[in-house]
Nanobody, 122 residues
Framework: QVQLVESGGGLVQAGGSLRLSCADS????????KGWFRQAPGKEREFVAA????????YYADSVQGRFTISRDNAKNTVDLLMNSLKPEDTAVYYC???????????????WGQGTQVTVSS
């Protein structure tokens, strides 16, 4: 029952907003750091944001700093990514991950969701 499930992806126009959510439905990673990564066609997986447990420390990629906000609701065991001022270059499949600490290194995450598509039109 170890699983992460993302939701909230979709199609938006440039300048718009989307809120992604990640649920640890099996509650196997309650005290784990959580992160968001994305991958565009033909590109490697890219770090987006990460948050510690219980949620006091947050890290962001330079490309999303000031536009995206990561948060977690420990009572619901969910992690959200609020994306504002979206740009076409934000188009990618977004993945939620759980690991041992807030880090941009994908190798430090031991569980991943299936991904949700975010498409930003110009």
């Amino acid at each position: 029952q170890v699983q992460l499930v993302e939701s909230g992806g979709g199609l938006v126009q440039a300048g718009g907003s989307l809120r992604l959510s990640c649920a640890d439905s099996g509650r196997a990673f309650t005290t784990s750091a959580k992160g968001w990564f994305r991958q565009a066609p033909g590109k490697e997986r890219e770090f987006v944001a990460a948050i510690s447990w219980p949620g006091s420390t947050m890290y962001y990629a330079d490309s999303v700093q000031g536009r995206f906000t990561i948060s977690r609701d420990n009572a619901k065991n969910t992690v959200d990514l609020l994306m504002n001022s979206l740009k076409p270059e934000d188009t990618a499949v977004y993945y939620c991950a759980a690991g041992s600490g807030p880090t941009s290194d994908y190798r430090r995450y031991r569980a991943w969701g299936q991904g949700t598509q975010v498409t930003v039109s110009s």
